[in-house]
């Protein structure tokens, strides 16, 4: 048995519900006989600003419980400039070195974003002389794209991917951008999906023709889909053709507007999983053209269900699936469009994607990821 220490900035916390899938592998890894505790980086909170929506939630927070994993928060200071971001984190080593020494019996230390996370990680992991993990995200990219290349945040980025003993991406879009700015390596170990929600009896007709499941923000891209559907089906005479929309958020409305009176396009709002997987399971083509994809665990599930899969290029499952298995990546609207309307016009090619899809996909049960985890941290304790 392993004690893993993982330091997380982006996890759910009381008051605020986000993604969860750090703490999931987390609770896997506790399930194979590892010990794990958890550290949540919490920014801190500015006098008067106790109320501010940004940071509500942060305020008095305390360590708390999932199951049985603890999480302890640990404050630190950031400044609202992309340049200087983490200029002040220095001012934390003490209090890192303290919280070191009680958790002076880990093997492993994984901080699962660059910054602060990978940078406190590298902190600890010095202290106790055990070797540090260094997840690389697509939002961390996207700082440092957005920063200049003789700032603080750049130089801190790098020294703290150049210190890390193993570097760990979700895709390869982002392995590239480390190897390319860094010259460093990094091994890329997607999420997975839970396959016992899966239906083992799938339906033999797809009674769907498109899906879509998406938060309704900007960055999914939805407007293309749906615009694009639509002239399709009206150039091609499609019609009787049927496309779902899954999700609920500030754009539904807008998305609703355009779709129009169309009865070709449904929105069903926000539902269960479970009832995704049902939709998935009907349908032949997904669609989602979405940018700043870290992985996008919906393309898997899709990709399960023998769904042919439309994505962005560099994004995403970019690099864990390829063109030769069922997976089509645009480059911009246009593209998008082409790629579209072949698929839709031709069925056979459409389950042919969707066929070879759901042979990749059967390699990214979490059973298999977090097999790949296990001897990932090895690798590091070895090295």
């Known amino acids: 048995m392993e004690k893993i220490l993982f330091i997380a900035k982006n996890i759910p916390v009381p008051g605020l519900s986000t993604n969860n899938v750090i703490l999931q592998i987390a609770e896997l890894l506790r399930k194979r006989d590892n010990q794990i505790e958890v550290i949540f980086p919490k920014e801190y909170v500015p006098p008067g600003l106790n109320f501010h929506p940004k940071y509500k939630h942060l305020t008095n927070l305390k360590s708390w419980s999932v199951n049985e994993l603890k999480i302890t928060p640990f404050t630190y200071p950031r400044l609202p400039l992309n340049n200087q971001a983490f200029r002040l984190l220095k001012l934390t080593n003490a209090k890192l070195d303290k919280l070191a020494e009680k958790h002076k019996d880990c093997s492993v230390v ?46 801190i980025a790098k020294d703290t991917v150049q210190k890390a003993d193993k570097i760990h991406t979700l895709n390869g879009p982002v392995k590239r951008f480390i190897n390319e700015k860094f010259k460093i390596k990094a091994t890329v170990i997607p999420h997975g999906f839970d396959d016992s929600l899966i239906n083992k009896n799938p339906i033999s007709e ?3 023709d498109v899906l879509v499941v998406a938060e ?14 639509k002239t399709i089906v009206n150039k091609a005479n499609l019609y009787g053709r049927k496309m779902v929309i899954i999700g609920d958020g500030p754009l539904l409305n807008s998305w609703k507007k355009l779709a129009g009176d169309s009865t070709d396009i449904v929105f069903t709002g926000k539902i269960s999983h479970n009832e995704v997987m049902k939709y998935m399971d009907q349908s032949r083509i997904f669609a989602l053209p979405s940018y700043n994809e870290t992985f996008g665990l919906v393309y898997l599930e899709a990709a399960f269900h023998g ?3 439309i994505a962005l290029r560099g994004e995403g499952i970019d690099g864990i699936f390829n063109e030769e298995d069922g997976v089509k990546f645009v480059d911009n609207y246009s593209s998008f469009y082409s790629t579209f309307s072949t698929l839709l016009l031709n069925k056979n090619q459409a389950d042919d994607m969707g066929m070879s899809a759901k042979i990749k996909a059967k390699y990214y049960t979490w059973d298999r990821i977090i097999n790949q985890y296990l001897s990932f941290y090895q690798s590091a304790l070895d090295s």
């Open 307 to 309: 769904n042919a899969i």
């Open 206 to 208: 797809k009674t769907i």
């Open 110 to 155: 994984h901080g699962h974003y660059l910054l602060p996370d990978g940078w406190m990680a590298n902190r600890i992991s010095k202290r106790l002389k055990v070797p540090s993990v260094i997840t690389v995200r697509t939002s961390d990219v996207t700082l440092l794209m957005n920063s200049n290349k003789r700032s603080h945040t750049w130089k």
């Open 216 to 229: 309704a923000i900007e960055r999914k891209r939805v407007d293309w889909v749906i615009k694009a559907f």
